[in-house]
């Protein structure tokens, strides 16, 4: 008896504890945006924060940072701002006194400021800190004294470091258009085939089938490879004896090109350099390791018999 009227008491406390956070999440009337802009019609976005300045502009379908250096962006993180210019909605106008705007981070020296271009006009608005419910943030429109709680937390989508904004994208490619791979090493070269659906493998004299799980690890990641960070400053020749150079041949007769040394002493990252790249990039040692295969890594693995089981003594 007493351990049911203590599930009930459980039951009862966590449903309050539902209806309390359900009662604190906020009520966001669609009627009521903090600002008008069209999400499709975005041109360019131009971010300033205490820390960086950052420019971005719509080419066609695709995005490009164009300050403080030229690069395609990351789809992820602008689909993300566009997303949140979409979101916000007024809810509560908190106060229209200037003296408070350096209390909710809504002016040049505090706020996120943060300048829109649609094919009709630039909007711009500080976005400031998060509410202490973190649900709600505030907002401040550029020429206006009102400071508003806005539905969501929305600075982290618009205030980020330059790199994150950076397409730290190496490689796309279909998996199962990969015909050829050649890795380069100092002392040997090896290469791997795609026969009639068979990999072959020439390591100098030696030539066998290869295993198809070491293959598919190296196929894996070259459809779908990012760095971890980029490498802007290295020197041309830095790669001109590399550890590994890997050549991945497409059946469509496109070729990726990457080469790759250790970064630093502890050699738990390496750089990577891809021909006709804007840029070199920093990946993790574990990713080297799949795309430097010996021949020991492909070479088939001798499969494991059955053990018999123990037969039991007679008598």
């Not at 040049?108 to 709600?136: C, E, I, M, N, Q």
């Amino acid at each position: 008896m007493k351990r049911s009227m203590v599930l009930v008491a459980v039951l009862v406390v966590l449903l309050g504890i539902y209806w309390l956070m359900q009662s604190n999440r906020p009520m966001t009337d669609p009627d009521r945006p903090f600002v008008q802009i069209d999400t499709a019609q975005v041109t360019s976005l131009r971010i300033e924060s205490s820390t960086d300045t950052v420019e971005l502009a719509r080419r066609g379908d695709q995005w490009f940072l164009t300050k403080p250096l030229e690069f395609p962006t990351a789809a992820r993180m602008t689909d993300q701002a566009l997303g949140r210019l979409g979101e916000m909605r007024k809810l509560t106008l908190v106060t229209d006194r200037p003296d408070r705007f350096r209390e909710f981070q809504v002016d040049d020296s505090t706020g996120v400021k943060v300048s829109v271009t649609d094919r009709k006009k630039t909007h711009t608005f500080y976005l400031g800190k998060t509410s202490p419910t973190a649900g709600t943030s505030y907002a401040r429109l550029d020429g206006s004294k009102e400071v508003w709680e806005i539905a969501g937390n929305m600075t982290p989508a618009f205030k980020r470091p330059v790199r994150d904004w950076r397409d730290k994208t190496i490689s796309e490619a279909d998996r199962e258009g990969f015909i050829k791979f050649t890795f380069v090493y100092p002392k040997e070269t090896i290469s791997a085939t795609l026969v009639d659906s068979v990999w072959k493998v020439e390591a100098g004299a030696e030539k066998f089938d290869a295993d198809k799980n070491q293959i598919s690890r190296v196929t894996g990641l070259l459809s779908r490879m990012s760095g971890v960070d980029f490498a802007d400053t290295l020197a041309a020749d830095a790669f001109d004896a590399p550890e590994c150079h890997l050549i991945a041949e497409l059946a469509l007769g496109e070729t990726l090109d990457l080469r790759l040394i250790p970064k630093g002493e502890d050699g738990s990252q390496y750089f990577l350099r891809k021909a006709g790249a804007p840029t070199d990039y920093v990946i993790y040692k574990s990713t080297a390791e799949v795309l430097m295969r010996k021949a020991a890594d492909l070479r088939p693995k001798p499969e494991k018999s059955a053990e018999a089981p123990p037969q039991k003594p007679r008598g």
